[in-house]
């Protein structure tokens, strides 16, 4: 098998950059370890920027997010039994974001894909990147039961935080940056109408909690939990009474309960590797860098780092120079450092550390005292939330 751009792992990235690279007429596979189901159903993000939703629109991705997706126009800060909204459009001169699940992106973008015929490979899993530094770099992968090799010109690992393709990269030319936080989120779906029409960012002693929406009927709610934490030691009735102890307030607000539908426990971790590139071989997405979820920064910036990578290779072909090519992780890295920073701000300003001292509780009150208090402090909050401009 021979192509132009050889794509790994068909979440957002992958999906997303082979249908920018039909839409320039640059050819394009990709392979995906997974089968369709498992990639259509995997619960994950929920939050679009902006940017993110204009990208998605461009790409003729957008129907079905513009029918069925909720726009939000702010958030809810919740401590100190208080709550504040912050006005994302009052506060941006306009921005705003889109409450539409990974899930549906994901089957959007496949469906375009069935469509269009452009080869997409369920249950082709990589094993190895090679030549990266060749002309002609290859990967090769097993598909029902048979090892083959896809010839590309270049390869873009886009298979997520345990991908293979960042294993080519020789340890001596890269560099790994991370944190792991000592708790995790237990992840709930429930079949009850939200309880509030915004999302809810709580921060308590008892911890932090979340509260977001998959849809009008469906409530997805979070919890810090210790890291290590398996789903199953939290009954449904714990984890409801819990999230009402934490998401109360002093002015009579309620919970909605429902049958929960599905549980899981998620790690915090941040993590970014650099450079996103060696030879012809480009990583975007979860597999060059990892933001704990309390930013809903991650499938957005998959998103900016494949919209930069197609430029490249559009501007490539177009023009024979690789300029672009050659900038591609300077670009990228500074919009990730950018979202590495707001979700660690975000994260530490609203979880309980297990080593916190009083001092610290209070100074995290204060942190979020002050946004309910400046105009300056909301706005740094509001730009980082509805998201970095793709050039800064
Ligand atoms: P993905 O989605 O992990 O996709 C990688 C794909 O590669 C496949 N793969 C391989 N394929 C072939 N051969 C191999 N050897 C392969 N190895 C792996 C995998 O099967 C998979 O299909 O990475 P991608 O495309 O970079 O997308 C990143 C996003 O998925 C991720 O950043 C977000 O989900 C993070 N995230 C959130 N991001 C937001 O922007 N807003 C949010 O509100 C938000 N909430 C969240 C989140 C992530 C969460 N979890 C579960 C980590 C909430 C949670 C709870
Ligand atoms: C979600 O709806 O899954 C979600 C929303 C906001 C976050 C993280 C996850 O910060």
């Known amino acids: 098998m021979r192509t132009t751009v050889g794509i790994i792992g068909a979440g957002p990235a992958g999906l997303l950059l082979a249908r920018l690279l039909h839409n320039a007429g640059i050819d394009s596979v990709v392979l995906e370890s997974r089968d369709r189901a498992y990639v259509e159903q995997r619960q994950r993000a929920g939050i679009l920027e902006q940017g993110t939703v204009d990208v998605l629109r461009a790409a003729g991705a957008g129907a079905r997010m513009d029918r069925e997706g909720l726009r939000h126009d702010g958030v809810e800060l919740r401590f100190d039994r208080r709550r504040h909204r912050v006005d994302f459009p009052a506060l941006t001169g306009g921005r705003s974001v889109m409450v539409y699940a990974q899930t549906e992106v994901c089957k959007d973008l496949i469906a375009l894909h069935a469509e269009d015929g452009a080869p997409l490979l369920f249950e ?16 090769r992968f097993r598909h029902q039961g048979t090892e083959d090799v896809l010839e590309c010109d270049y390869v873009v690992g886009c298979d997520g935080s345990w991908g293979v393709a960042r294993k080519a990269v020789p340890d001596s030319l890269g560099r790994g940056f991370e944190r792991v936080y000592p708790y995790s989120w237990l992840g709930i779906l429930a079949d009850v109408a939200p309880s509030h029409d915004e999302l809810v960012y709580a921060r308590h002693d008892r911890g932090f909690a979340l509260l977001s929406m998959r849809s009008p009927s469906v409530s997805r709610l979070y919890l810090q939990v210790p890291a290590g934490t398996d789903a199953g030691a939290w009954s449904d009735e714990e984890i409801w009474d819990e999230l009402d102890r934490r998401l109360e307030t002093d002015d009579g607000w309620t919970l909605r309960r429902g049958p ?55 501007h490539r072909r177009d023009t024979g120079s690789g300029a672009l090519l050659d900038a591609y992780s300077a670009t990228c890295l500074r919009r990730v450092w950018q979202a590495e920073r707001f979700s660690y701000d975000m994260t530490t300003m609203l979880h309980r550390d297990p080593g916190a001292t009083p001092f610290e509780d209070r100074l995290q009150v204060a942190r979020l005292d002050r946004i309910s208090q400046s105009r300056a402090a909301a706005t740094d909050l509001a730009e980082g939330y509805t998201g970095f401009p793709l050039d800064a």
């Open 260 to 314: 929960i539908t599905q549980k899981s426990v998620t790690p915090m971790r941040s993590a970014v590797h650099e450079p996103m590139r060696h030879g012809r071989l480009f990583l975007a997405g979860d597999a060059a860098h990892i933001v704990p979820p309390t930013g809903a920064k991650g499938l957005n910036l998959a998103v900016g780092d494949v919209v930069t990578l197609a430029r490249a290779l559009t």
């Open 124 to 139: 082709a899993e990589a094993l190895a990147v090679e030549g990266a530094t060749t002309d002609r770099p290859r990967v």
